[in-house]
């Protein structure tokens, strides 16, 4: 029963991507395919999935001080770890994504699951928390990534969709792209939540700075 | 080697812009642009924190990492290093230069988690750089940084006494601009 609450809650009511407007930065610079989107938010869901487990068993024993860098260890650990099986059994992705893979570290996504979620509750939940929440970041990627490569390239998962005839707008897939893909559904998400306020969470995400790792310090409302 | 060094200050200040092509960073970008000064503080602290930051992680990674064999380790090593360094610096500021410290100060916390030095040190890394190059890099890519955030939070001052559309308020208008931004640092392409 929780556990099926936890994936709802990851996937759709705390969707961390369209909801909290955690992660930002893997959000706008890994979506430029379908395919790039999902990769990431898989690699995501792994780090994610196994931190929250681990510092859950841990929580009693995590003195409540050294909390903090004590949770970075752990993901850093963990990353180190997917990082090196990708490189030895995926090397095709352990390419495309390259740099953003280290900096799933600094995801803030998996640090504040581990602060508000993993911390208090046992591991079994912790553990779906995770996946839910990594399942809703893949979700959101994967949207993402189809929208601006149907777009920018005419393809969805490299498939072709769009008729020769229709030309690409091939800026959509390029840096600037992301900002105005970003953009509109940000707006979109504004306009959903001014028709009906009640029905969706508010983005614990400090004003308008999209999150991120600094949600806990930049004004003080410190998600939970 | 002083052409080598210059071309690769350029490319990661103007071309290669950390928020702008790189996506990193961009928390502050979006969260502490709203006003010039603010922003003009932000930069100065990355630009202070980064060129540090890479300085001290090359060291780590040439003369612990890699005469270890450890090198695997990076991400861990990194990753702690910035944040007792950013930590240091702090207490160091508050100690012997209260009037930087004031300036400065508030935006240190916010720094440690900043992606963006993560990812100035792996890229350094990545892409082998000796001690100095790495901290022209750090130093270059920081001042790349302080651009982009002061002039998106001169045209946010300007943006908020227009009527924009209810829904692109906030976030959306601000998403858009970077957009804009971003396509006219595209323009840099040619510099190389």
Redesign the interface.
């Known amino acids: 029963m929780k556990i099926f609450e936890r994936l709802y809650n990851g996937v759709v009511k705390e969707n961390p991507t369209f909801v909290l ?1 955690l992660g ?3 959000t ?2 890994v979506t430029t395919s379908a395919l790039n989107g999902m990769q990431m938010g898989l690699t995501t869901l792994a780090v994610l999935a196994a931190s929250n487990l681990i510092i859950s068993l841990f929580r009693s024993v995590i003195p409540n001080k050294v909390r903090i ?1 004590s949770y ?2 752990i993901i ?2 963990l ?2 770890v997917v ?2 099986l990708l490189q030895a059994y995926l090397p095709s992705l352990y390419s495309a994504l390259g ?1 953003y893979i ?2 799933i ?2 995801n ?1 996504i998996i ?1 504040g699951r581990a602060e508000a979620f993993a911390s208090k509750n046992p591991p079994l939940v912790s553990l779906f928390d995770g996946i839910g929440m990594g399942l809703g970041f893949t979700v959101a990627l994967t949207l993402i990534g189809m929208l601006r490569e149907l777009l920018g390239a005419g393809t969805v998962f490299g498939f072709n969709v769009l008729p020769q005839s229709v030309e690409p707008i091939s ?1 959509i897939i ?7 893909v ?3 559904i ?3 998400i ?2 959903i939540k ?1 028709k009906n306020p009640k029905s969706h969470a508010t983005a614990k995400s ?9 949600s806990g ?2 004004s003080g409302t410190k998600q939970d | 080697m002083f052409k080598d060094l210059l071309f690769i200050m350029l490319g990661s200040a103007l071309v290669n812009n950390v928020v ?9 970008f ?3 642009s709203k006003k010039t000064d603010t922003a003009i503080g932000m930069g100065s602290a990355v630009i202070f924190v980064i060129t540090i930051a890479s300085a001290i992680t090359s060291l780590v990674y040439t003369y612990i990492l890699v005469r270890f064999n450890l090198e ?5 090593a990194f ?2 290093v910035i ?1 007792a360094l950013v930590q240091f610096v702090e207490m160091f500021l508050k100690k012997f230069s209260p009037p930087l410290y004031n300036s400065l100060g508030v935006y240190l ?2 720094i440690t ?3 963006a030095v ?2 100035v040190a ?2 350094n890394v ?1 892409k082998e750089y000796d001690f100095i190059t790495s901290v022209a890099n750090g130093f270059a890519t920081s001042v790349g940084f302080t651009i982009a955030i002061i002039i998106l939070a001169g045209i946010r001052e300007r943006i908020d006494e227009k009527a924009v ?12 601009t ?3 931004m ?2 006219a640092f ?1 323009g840099f392409k040619g510099l190389l």
């Not at chain 1, 390029?174 to 105005?180: E, H």
């Not at chain 1, 400090?206 to 600094?214: H, I």
């Not at chain 2, 559309?165 to 858009?176: D, K, Q, V």
């Open positions: 407007m930002m930065c893997p706008l610079a860098p970075i260890v850093a650990s990353v180190t990082q090196l740099i280290p900096l570290v600094v803030c640090l800026i390029m840096a600037p792209g992301a900002f105005f970003l953009c509109w940000n707006a979109a504004n306009k001014k400090c004003g308008d700075c999209a999150g991120c790792s600094m310090v930049c | 702008l092509s790189q996506f990193l960073g961009l928390c502050p979006l969260g502490v695997f380790l990076n991400t861990i990753i702690l944040a916390p916010l988690t900043n992606c993560l990812g792996l890229t990545q559309p209810e829904s692109f308020r906030g976030t959306p208008i601000t998403l858009a970077a957009g804009l971003a396509l595209f």
